[in-house]
Every structure is written in C-alpha cells, then in structure tokens.
Nanobody, 120 residues
Framework: QVQLVESGGGLVQAGGSLRLSCAAS????????MDWYRQAPGNERELVAR???????NYADSVKGRFTISRENAKNTVYLQMNSLKPEDSSVYYC??????????????WGQGTQVTVSS
C-alpha cells in the first residue's frame, strides 16, 4: 500500500505565493508520473501540472508561467511552487502518483487534498 500526504496549503492574498508538497510512502519500487490536480466547489477535478519520471513537465494553460512543478526522487516527493496567485486559483489541491510496488501493473494513488484559498 502507498500513501500520499500533501502539505503547504493555506490562505494567501492575491499576488502571493505558496509551495505545496506531496510525499509518497509505503511499498514503492518506482514512481512514474506525479501530478497536481485541483477541484473547486461545483467544478470537475482538473489537471494543474504533471512531471514524469524523466522530468518532463506539462501545465494547464491557466497556470503556465506562474506555477512550477518539481520532484525529488530520493524522497518520493513532488512540489508545486505557486506564484502570482489569483482568487480563481482557490481550490482543494490533490496530489496524484502512478506507483509501481511490484506485480504486473503500476497503480494510481491520490492524496487527501489540501485547501488553497486566495483572497482578493
């Protein structure tokens, strides 16, 4: 079993910054992609940023140039540096990871979510 634990959310004024962290623990042989999603009330969960095991990064258009995803493989941890935050960035942010723990296929895991609130 694998657990993902997020931290770093909170309340910030528009234009401010936050850094989210997500640490994976448990039986981990390798981690493929590590992603950040977000979901605001009444909205579908959307992909914010993705980083592959090779370090390739993809971002939602709405956060390009403001957010940066990174990962520290030795710690099985992914980060999301969020700058120039806007009120519309307010959401619950979820970490997602595709983890191989042995067996035939890797599995998809989610964190519990961390609230980010940006005041205007």
């Amino acid at each position: 079993q694998v657990q993902l634990v997020e931290s770093g959310g909170g309340l910030v004024q528009a234009g401010g910054s936050l850094r989210l962290s997500c640490a994976a623990s448990g039986t981990i042989l390798s981690i493929n992609s590590m992603d950040w999603y977000r979901q605001a009330p009444g909205n579908e969960r959307e992909l914010v940023a993705r980083i592959t095991s090779g370090g390739n990064r993809n971002y939602a258009d709405s956060v390009k140039g403001r957010f940066t995803i990174s990962r520290e493989n030795a710690k099985n941890t992914v980060y999301l540096q969020m700058n120039s935050l806007k009120p519309e960035d307010s959401s619950v942010y979820y970490c997602n990871a595709v983890v191989y723990s042995g067996g035939t296929y890797p599995r998809n895991y989610w964190g519990q979510g961390t609230q980010v609130t940006v005041s205007s």
